[in-house]
């Protein structure tokens, strides 16, 4: 079937009602979860010759945490679909209310390739539990994935239920000049710019999942250490091509040379002493990807790391002193496994400088004082973040995950998935046993008087 033909006959099979009933939705969720227990050794191994990730980090970074989701959509869809009951204002009285959820109709999800399994399948399980149907476009920057993924979903739903495309640029531009019922697009910014403008012209909502500049604050009274290890990780995970990694530190100028020496010692700890042999470190998705993230290292100046190997798409994970805050490392969203580092000596320093950003998708807090927490949280605008930690507030399935301003608009996770598909509509049903005249004409300050009682 060809883009258009698909789309109708989503269209059509949408409004048969087919999608409406919750045993038809728990069935679909459930055969999603089937098909990922039938496709895991083809993902893994795809995920691996693609991306060079392992099985338990491709487990704990993807099909982990679409299990996890559908799981909990499974547990709470019945109380999510139930009308909710609302007492009306004494102006419409007598009547009752409730808000009803329907499903936005048919919904296009628009894929990134660096967690190509999570990020198509996880607002696919928000679709399905809504009630929606759903056009799906996965990354050609990871063709074995996206292979695997195309046969997944084409052998799991049919085509006027769930679709699939792969392809270029070209697939995309057809896509999006065709009318959905919402778009949920993850990407780049730059990317983001061109899904709202189509949508603009159609007047469909969007959900834009984007990127940006995320910083990570160290502060004076910070757990180096622990610091340490967790930024590690948070970098180095997915070889730093992570929209919420830490994008650039800023750290208080007195813990600088015991976080350089600890974060070189929690590199070894995590992968060993020959990162390059490591089976649990990933690789760059392309050559232009590894010239790119490369150029920023030659550009700064090496603290630690940086060993690169073109051949292999390989690169170690370096942290950086940049030649400026005006350095193409601290403009562009680095999306690889470098660590830009700046200092302050007064925290509001560090606050000034993020504040004069783009607002970011996340933003990583050390201290152990409760008084810089409150501080950086009541001052800084950004998508969610962790205190004392990286990247796992992605994890829960309990609380929205989105950005705000240049890094998106729009959330996900849990029943704010079921949300987003969904259309809120509320309904007052009037009584007809008594019809009070004072909204009628010919109105009279009387009337007006009485009005105002009813609305006080």
């Known amino acids: 079937m060809d883009i258009p033909e698909t789309i109708e006959a989503q269209r059509s099979f949408f409004l048969s009602g087919a999608t409406l009933r919750r045993g038809f939705r728990e069935a679909m969720l459930r055969r999603l979860l089937d098909a990922l227990d039938i496709y895991e050794d083809e993902l893994y191994a795809a995920l691996w010759k693609d991306l060079h990730k392992s099985r338990q980090e491709a487990y704990l970074t993807e099909t982990g945490i679409v299990r996890s989701e559908i799981r909990t959509h499974l547990r709470q869809l019945r109380s999510w679909m139930k009308p909710e009951r609302h007492l009306p204002s004494a102006a419409v009285a007598p009547s009752g209310a409730k808000v009803m959820c329907e499903p936005l109709g048919c919904a296009l999800i628009i894929a990134p390739w660096n967690y190509p399994v999570q990020l198509l399948l996880n607002p696919l399980v928000g679709a399905i539990s809504a009630g929606c149907t759903a056009v799906l476009k996965t990354s050609p920057a990871v063709p074995t994935v996206a292979a695997v993924l195309e046969k997944l979903v084409s052998d799991t739903f049919p085509p006027e239920y769930v679709a699939v495309f792969g392809g270029h640029r070209d697939v995309n531009t057809e896509l999006l000049s065709q009318k959905f019922d919402i778009i949920f697009f993850t990407g780049s910014p730059s990317t983001g710019r061109v899904v709202m403008e189509a949508a603009a012209r159609q007047l469909t909502p969007v959900v834009l999942e984007l990127g940006g500049k995320s910083p990570c604050i160290v502060d004076a009274g910070a757990d180096i250490r622990t610091a340490a290890r967790k930024i590690a990780w948070g970098k180095s995970l997915n070889a730093g091509q992570t929209c919420i990694a830490p994008d650039y530190l800023m750290i208080h100028s007195s813990r600088r040379e ?138 829960t399935t309990h609380m929205p995950f989105g950005g705000v301003g240049h890094s998106g608009m729009g959330s996900y996770h849990g029943k704010k998935s079921f949300e987003t598909f969904t259309h809120a509509r509320s309904i007052v049903k009037k009584a007809t046993w008594l019809d009070l005249p004072l909204r009628y004409h010919p109105y009279s300050e009387k009337k007006l008087r009485m009005v105002k009682k009813f609305m006080k």
């Open 258 to 395: 015991e976080f350089v020496e600890e974060f070189g010692r929690a590199l070894d700890r995590l992968y060993g002493p020959d990162l390059q042999a490591c089976g649990h470190y990933s690789r760059m998705v392309s050559t232009e990807a590894f010239d790119r993230v490369k150029s920023y290292i030659d550009s700064s100046e090496v603290l630690y790391g940086g060993r690169c190997c073109r051949d292999s798409l390989f690169i170690e994970p370096a942290l950086v002193v940049p030649s400026g805050p005006d350095a193409p490392v601290m403009q562009e969203e680095i999306f690889g496994p470098i660590l830009p580092m700046l200092t302050f000596d007064r925290l509001q320093e560090a606050i000034d400088f993020i504040r004069g950003r783009e607002k970011p998708l996340a933003l990583y807090l050390f201290t152990s004082d409760r008084a810089a927490e409150r501080q950086v949280l009541g001052s800084c605008s950004f998508g969610g973040g962790c205190i004392n930690d990286t990247i796992i507030h992605l994890a």
